[in-house]
């Protein structure tokens, strides 16, 4: 509904009322789960803490040992994107690279640490090569400490095959790697620039390349015996390109002992050193030209891929937004609220909400469904894992009771000065942020627990129950409340698509004072190290169909399981 705007004005008083036309409207089912991997990387509400793991550039690697995350999360992305033929328009960052391990160009564990990593974001609305190309974000944002941001676009698909080869590899002639780039999308002086901008950082493991970085065997089986690109291997500036020029690079690609493997060497000559030179000269120059190089190279898809504009914050988003059904002929609706920080103008801010019932008709303060004490950082606030931060937010709780005959259809957001008094309501594109009442999960009624079982031969399998309540507004008008679980057909990677798997819900009582009914299931999840997807909620019969979708199994309390 829209809220007639002479209303709104009366009840905020000196309030400023936000609603531009072409805002970031709330919900968006394709970007919000990636929007929140993105920008809420450590902290606030359920942070997961995934850009955590390049924290300093190697991040949970080991530095001493020769081992950097970002580096290996930038090293998997140009792999997976190298199949691409811009010509024919295959190939590119489609997450083929699972199904490459195993050839000669993708030696290393790289490409195994990294998808181990992501697996288990995989979901309908988060693409393994839309998370690697989140990795790459993440790792050039982390060993850049913020300099170098690169937008993030939804829409990539998953390969279901390996792509053709398609990595360079550096015992190859220069006609052969200028061929492949071409072929990615990259013309010569390109190529030259990509290939400094991923050896910025990390270096040749002696491990996996003996020929190129030779050593001798300390006893250490953690040592990956690295020898690094440059002499900062875990920030991204451009040493790398200053110690080419200035002769005194170590990159074993440059000046290794295996002169046929010194494809480094013969790519930034391969034009008189002119471009590697340009970017010697300035580290601005050097930082701006890699941000393009490595967005392209992240946006380099298939034909049939649409990507989405880039994917940019809500300024202000709830979180965990649901409503509980009462015995007492009241609603409990609760939730989180997440808000930009820099639009906390005083350290007295105030976080108001305003909800409307289903008639439309907007709570003023003085009742019972205004809530004035939103908690400022009770939650903590989110921001990045470096210092330069595109934004960081604070959290607020709320929680009231509203009538059931009022229900709810939306709500607005005020954020008052602590300082001055002055007003801003935050209304969602005009439309108010939508609450869906109709079929809730009722989480206070809910449980999840955790178990094992074992078969013949002795293997043992992690299990995950859910018993779970479901509130539906005037159910007499539906004939069917059904729960959709999503299963990967190729368990374990998460591409090829999934299976989905409707379980019908059991009937259980109305509840009193209400036109609500309440609604049960219990459901075992067999686990593997990928976890449980996001399931949905659907109601079927006369009144339509009417659906919850990807509700987070993490919502819902742990409690110990009973046989």
């Known amino acids: ?92 960052m489609d997450a083929s690279i699972v199904y ?3 050839r000669p160009e993708n030696v290393g564990h790289a490409f195994p640490e990294t998808l ?7 979901s309908t609305r988060s693409s393994l090569a839309d998370l690697f190309a989140l990795a790459t974000i993440f790792a050039v944002g982390a060993c850049s400490n913020g300099t170098m941001i690169i937008p993030l676009r939804q829409g990539r698909l998953d390969a279901r095959e390996a792509g053709p080869p398609g990595v360079p590899e550096p015992q190859e002639d220069l006609a052969s790697h200028t061929a492949a780039f071409a072929r990615q999308g990259f013309n010569a002086t390109e190529m030259i620039a990509l290939v ?40 991204f500036e451009n ?46 120059y050097f930082v701006s030209t890699c941000t393009t190089l490595l967005e392209r190279m992240i946006n380099t898809v298939p034909k049939e891929v649409v990507l989405s504009d880039p994917i940019d914050f809500y300024p202000v988003k709830p979180r965990f937004v649901h409503t509980e059904v009462n015995i007492n002929g009241t609603m409990t609706f609760a939730g989180t609220v997440r808000i930009e920080s820099g639009l906390l103008t005083s350290t007295n801010s105030q976080v108001r909400l305003h909800v409307a019932g289903q008639n439309g008709q907007i709570c003023s303060r003085s009742t019972p469904c205004s809530v004035a004490n939103g908690v400022l950082n009770q939650r903590g606030q989110a921001t990045c894992v470096y210092t330069t931060c595109p934004a960081t937010f604070s959290f607020f709780d709320f929680s009231l009771n509203i009538p059931v005959e009022q229900g709810l259809s939306s709500f607005t957001i005020e954020i008052i000065d602590g300082d001055t008094g002055a007003s801003v309501i935050y209304d969602n ?33 992690s299990n995950q129950q859910l018993n779970i309540t479901v509130a539906v507004l005037n159910a007499e008008q539906f004939n069917n409340v059904t729960a959709i679980f999503y299963r990967p057909k190729n368990a374990g990677v998460l591409q090829g698509g999934w299976n989905l798997e409707p379980v019908e819900l059991t009937l259980s009582h109305k509840v009193e004072l209400s036109n609500y009914t309440l609604y049960t299931l219990s459901y075992t999840y067999t686990a593997d190290a990928i976890g449980a997807h996001p399931f949905d909620l659907v109601a079927t019969g006369p009144g339509g169909r009417i659906s919850n979708e990807f509700i987070e199994w993490t919502n819902f309390r742990f409690v110990p399981h009973v046989e």
């Open 1 to 92: 509904m829209i809220f007639p705007r002479a209303v709104l004005l009366a009840l905020a008083g000196t309030s400023v009322w936000i609603s531009v036309s072409g805002e970031k409207v709330w919900p968006d089912a394709k970007t919000d789960y990636l929007e929140y991997l993105l920008y809420e990387q450590t902290g606030g509400f359920s942070s997961i803490g995934i850009a955590g793991f390049v924290t300093n550039c190697f991040g949970i690697g080991n530095a001493t040992e020769g081992e950097s995350f970002g580096a290996e999360w930038l090293r998997n992305a140009y792999h997976d994107m190298a199949t691409a033929d811009v010509v024919a328009g295959t190939g590119g």
């Open 100 to 102: 490459e391990m195993d």
């Open 116 to 122: 181990a990593t992501f697996v288990g974001l995989a």
């Open 196 to 235: 400094a901008c991923g050896h910025t950082i990390g270096g040749v493991h002696g491990v996996d390349f003996p020929e190129i970085a030779p050593f001798v065997d300390n006893g250490n089986p953690l040592d990956e015996h690295t020898i690094s690109f440059d002499s900062t291997p875990h920030f």
């Open 239 to 284: 040493r790398v390109a200053t110690e080419f020029v200035g002769n005194t690079s170590q990159n074993p690609l440059v000046s290794g002992p295996n002169v046929t493997t010194r494809s480094d060497e013969r790519i930034f000559n391969s034009d008189g050193g002119v471009t590697i030179g340009r970017m010697a000269a300035s580290n601005d």
């Open 429 to 461: 594109g005009g439309n108010g942020f939508p609450v869906e009442e109709t079929l809730q999960p009722q989480y206070e009624l809910s449980t999840q627990s955790n178990f094992f079982t074992s078969d013949s031969s002795g293997h043992v399998f």
